[in-house]
């Protein structure tokens, strides 16, 4: 018989089990398995920074460490106030997180409920996807258009069936790297249906060059029903760090942060209120160092008549033209370790944008592969 406490105990299993899902799950489907792997294996298959967290942040990080002893509770208000001031944002309008996933966790688990699903499109980004199920929330994916792009309208439309929901939109997109226009955005914010929340993921906005590619963050400041969310795992280095946000109207930040776990390391803080300091320079030293790699790597696909979707991101689909899981499971073995499967889009494979060495080295192991 389940008593009443056994059902409880069960359900408190399952909401851990589904808080604790993406590090698990993520760290599993990145690796690659196999004993023989190559000692100096080129690492493309988790969308990092090969360049780390900048200088600043480094010496911010060794200062800190001998007092790492205390909470330093204290200094988390001004640490607030400067994540929020360096996007034009009051600290009433964010939330800090453990990476973007925490802040991703809590939006969903707030705004989709056993009637309101998560929609968003096949393929996105897994992780919010996967929390959704884990709680029993219902799921809608909807198609990608022929330029393997969102289409909002048919976002607006599950949502309007549903009667409300929260629509995760990833700009740009993982796997893809496809972007969302911003003349869409606003058309989406513009028709959102009753009781719809908008969760737009930008952990890989700063990368985009087209003119199109627009933060959704002035929604947030006009006090729409939009979450932006952050990481500083990407474009800042600091994947192990942890450290993201969601910026949000207040009276949805308040919601939020009442199922924050708790601030986040005083390392980790630091390092960000370092880069913050010299934020314009970093962001455009490394976007510009990105874009260089990624245009070099997309001309010499491009002269091979290899198909691609146009990159937007520090990532990108190459169309290997057969089940991209042979490329999957021979390149490792070649010394490049590429990204999981993403079905549907079988025939594709993503790969990381890395440093110009390491791409020379993947199109060395790509192009074995691909002559076979
Ligand atoms: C689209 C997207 N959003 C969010 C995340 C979560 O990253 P983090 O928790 O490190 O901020 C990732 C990680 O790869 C991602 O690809």
Redesign the pocket.
Known sequence: MLTRRSFAGRVGLAAAAARLL?EMA?AQRAAVSGGDLPKDMVWLN??ENPAGPPAVSLDAMREVLPTSGRYHYQEFQGIYEKIARSEELSPEQIVT??????V?HTGVDLFTSPTKPLISVAPA?E?PIDIARALGRPVVLTKLREDYTADVKKLAEEADKAHGGLIYL?NP??PTSAMTKASEIDWLVSNMPRNTMLMV?E??LHYGEHAEMKTALPYVRQGKDVIV?R????IYGM?GL???FAAARPDIIQKMAVLRMNVIPIMSARAVVAALGDQQNILRDRKATLAKTRKDVCAWLRERNVKFIEPHANFMMVDTGRNAKEFIAAMPKLGVAPGRPFPPLDNMLRVTIGTDAEMAKFRDVFWKVYKG
Do not use: F, I, Q, W
């Not at 997180?97 to 925490?102: A, F, K, Q, R, V």
């Not at 990481?231 to 990407?234: G, L």
């Open positions: 993406p993520y988790a969308n997180g453990c990476g973007s996933s925490e991703l980004y992780a990833c997109n993982n993921d952990a890989y969310t990481t500083y795992s990407k994947a942890r450290v993201g």
